[in-house]
């Protein structure tokens, strides 16, 4: 099963190799249905599998349609290149110190002076 499915990946993203695409998928979901029937997979991992490989059947199906551009940029993304990549560009990081704060804090706001503590367990006020 996993040798089919991988065959079935490597025939969508490179096309250009002698395997046929259309009889590779098809092996790929039949073998995976075979695993869920006999038990090997759970029947909804199967299922996961198999919609992952059509949609990126599907995905790179499209970017053959579209221009040369895009395709590359559909073929990566079907390939899982652009996942969990941000397109913000990295922090610059400098090697020198921040500056020093120019201001001084403002004072501390003066705070009720608190009851003092008890000295032993002896000392609790009688219960109402």
């Known amino acids: 099963m996993r040798t089919k499915v991988t065959r079935a990946r490597r025939a969508l993203l490179n096309p250009s190799e ?4 259309a009889s590779a998928v098809r092996d790929a979901l039949s073998a995976l249905d075979r695993a869920a029937e006999k038990g ?11 919609s992952r ?23 990566s993304t ?9 397109t913000k560009p990295a922090a610059a990081k400098s090697s020198a110190k921040r500056a020093p704060k ?27």
């Open 18 to 21: 002698s395997l046929d695409m």
């Open 102 to 128: 120019a201001e001084a804090k403002a004072p501390a706001k003066a705070t009720p002076a608190k009851a003092p503590a008890r000295a032993s367990r002896g000392d609790k006020p009688a219960k109402r």
């Open 40 to 50: 090997v997979l759970h029947a909804n991992n199967a299922r996961r599998r198999k």
């Open 53 to 75: 490989l059509a949609t990126m059947a599907a995905s790179l199906q499209r970017a053959g349609q579209a221009g040369e551009g895009e395709a590359a940029a559909a073929r």
């Open 78 to 86: 079907a390939a899982g290149g652009a996942k969990g990549r941000t």
